[in-house]
T-cell receptor
């Protein structure tokens, strides 16, 4: 079945630096790739998503890139701030129409002031 | 809208007990899901439903059952609780927009401990 690998598992950056988290998926039929942010003790919340007909998407300090040939996608956070500290999950939808998402194992991002 | 509401927030079960985790959404979403999140891990799909009367297994369905009698409610039943079911359970919903993919809206979770 579909598998999503996420790296790194932990990431520490200085405030103001950039952070990059990478995910690789196995099912070439996957066509929707959301990213969720989960603060400690809270529920996951969508921060950005990308569909397979687009190579890059930006929303202020956050961007996501997709390489369908290599089957990987990445989250880029620029000018990091302490409030960006959280666990970030990537996900892939393996079969069109079912929205049966498979999640990566998460990246704990620490932004050091 | 309240969004996705889960009850209870916390529960401690003894081995072998049963319970139902409740999930309700008021957004008229067709699709609903149950995920479990073990400490320091990602989200594993237990069951999902694409509409009332339709349910299907996810990655880790063993030890659980679901039903979907209405669009709004999607309860998760644990029979004969085991320590391996200690986890945080998240219910989620989504609405097919006609585009490829639709974001999940999560509830606040139920923290379950089986001892």
């Amino acid at each position: 079945g579909e598998n999503v690998e996420q790296h790194p598992s932990t990431l520490s950056v200085q405030e103001g630096d950039s952070a990059v988290i990478k995910c690789t998926y196995s099912d070439s039929a996957s066509n929707y790739f959301p990213w969720y942010k989960q603060e400690l003790g809270k529920r996951p919340q969508l921060i950005i998503d990308i569909r397979s007909n687009v190579g890059e998407k930006k929303d202020q300090r956050i961007a996501v890139t997709l390489n369908k040939t290599a089957k990987h996608f990445s989250l880029h956070i620029t000018e990091t701030q302490p409030e960006d500290s959280a666990v970030y999950f990537c996900a892939a939808s393996p079969t069109s129409g079912t929205y049966k998402y498979i999640f990566g194992t998460g990246t704990r991002l620490k932004v050091l002031a | 809208n309240a969004g996705v509401t889960q009850t209870p927030k916390f529960r401690i079960l003894k081995i072998g007990q049963s319970m139902t985790l409740q999930c309700a959404q008021d957004m008229n979403h067709n699709y609903m899901y149950w995920y479990r999140q073990d400490p320091g891990m990602g989200l594993k799909l237990i069951y999902y439903s694409v509409g009332a009367g339709i349910t299907d297994k996810g990655e880790v369905p063993n030890g659980y059952n679901v039903s979907r009698s209405t669009t709004e409610d999607f309860p998760l039943r644990l029979e004969l609780a085991a320590p391996s079911q200690t986890s945080v359970y998240f219910c989620a919903s989504s609405y097919p927009t006609g585009e490829v993919g639709s974001p999940l809206h999560f509830g606040n979770g139920t923290r379950l401990t089986v001892t």
